[in-house]
Structures are given as C-alpha cells and as structure tokens.
C-alpha cells in the first residue's frame, strides 16, 4: 500500500461532488458554509456550487507547520468572522481533513452558543480524530497529499511550473 493518500485534483473533482451529494441526501440545507483557510477554501468552494449555497465565510487557524509538525494548539487567526453573521443559521463548516480534530473542535467550539446548528464535511477522516465529522467522503490513517499543497511553491516567479 501507498505510504501517503493522493489526492488529485482530478480525484478532487469527483470526491467534492460525492460528499456534496451525502449532505444533500441527507436533507441538511446550510444557510452558511464556514471554511477552514487554506484546505477548506476549495472544499468550501466546490461544496457552495454543487449545494447552491451563496453565502460562505472563511475562517483562518494555524495548526500545521509542515508533515506531522503542529503547533501546541490551533490559533484563531484574524480577521475572525463577526458572530453575528452566524446568528441562528444552520451552517456547515468545510475543510480538506479532520486528523486530530483540534481545529474542527476550535470552530465548532466557536460557533456553539450563536448558531441553530452546526456540521462538518472534510474530504478526509482520520480514525483518532477527536470530532466525528457529519460528511465524510473517505477515512484514511495516512499522510494526504492535497494538489493544493503537495509542492511548496507550485509555481516559482520566473513563472517555472513545479508541479501540475
Ligand atoms: P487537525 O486540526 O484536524 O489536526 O488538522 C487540521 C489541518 O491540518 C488540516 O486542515 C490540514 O491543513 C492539516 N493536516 C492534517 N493532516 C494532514 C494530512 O494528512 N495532510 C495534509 N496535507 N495536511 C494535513
């Protein structure tokens, strides 16, 4: 078996699609979609179109420094979005992956006490994550490379491409 999970955007394509389709069955209409910066932007992105859910707000946490190397804690990074906008909405966070959880369990912590309710779709589970996500596409105990992220930078400034 592969040591890390790939994820390419061709797979991506398909994977944002099947878990837009879980969340659809299951009945559950957000008014907002919350995404985790930067892995959930395109989750979030591809989940709003394929939803039709226009409203969605970006939240920015610091977790990861680089593979398996976290900081103590995940930090809130500002600009934070204003409570009030969340008021009494049903809303669904987004992000690439739930691996400890401790990030999902900061925003699901911050919505708490604000929203009418609050659920979670990531791309990925990991089994020891301390938050059971509501909408997972695939459970894997691997290291995922996202084609956002696998190559840092993609593209350098000379305009040489890195990575497709
Ligand atoms: P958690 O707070 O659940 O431990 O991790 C959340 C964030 O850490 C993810 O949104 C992602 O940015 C990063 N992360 C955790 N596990 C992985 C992984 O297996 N691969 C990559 N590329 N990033 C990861």
């Known amino acids: 078996m592969a040591e890390r999970e790939e994820l390419t955007w061709e797979l991506f394509g398909s ?10 069955d299951d009945g559950y209409e957000p008014d907002v979609i919350l995404s985790i910066a930067r892995g959930g932007l395109f989750v979030a992105g591809a989940l709003g179109y394929a939803l039709d859910v226009k409203n969605l707000h970006v939240m ?40 400890t959880g401790g990030t999902l369990k900061l925003v699901r912590d911050f919505c708490a006490g604000h ?5 979670c779709a990531v791309v990925y589970e990991k089994p020891w994550s301390e938050v059971k996500c509501e909408y997972v596409w695939r459970r894997t105990d691997r290291w995922i490379n996202f084609a956002w992220s696998r190559e840092r930078p993609v593209v350098r400034h000379e305009g040489q491409v890195l990575d497709a």
């Open 15 to 24: 994977a944002s699609r099947e878990l837009a389709q879980r969340i659809a």
């Open 115 to 119: 929203v009418a309710d609050v659920r």
């Open 60 to 99: 920015n946490v610091e977790f990861y420094t680089g593979v398996g190397e976290r900081l103590e804690m995940p930090v809130m990074l500002p600009p934070v979005p204003n409570a009030v906008d969340l008021t009494g909405a049903k809303v669904l966070v987004a992000d690439d992956v739930a691996d």
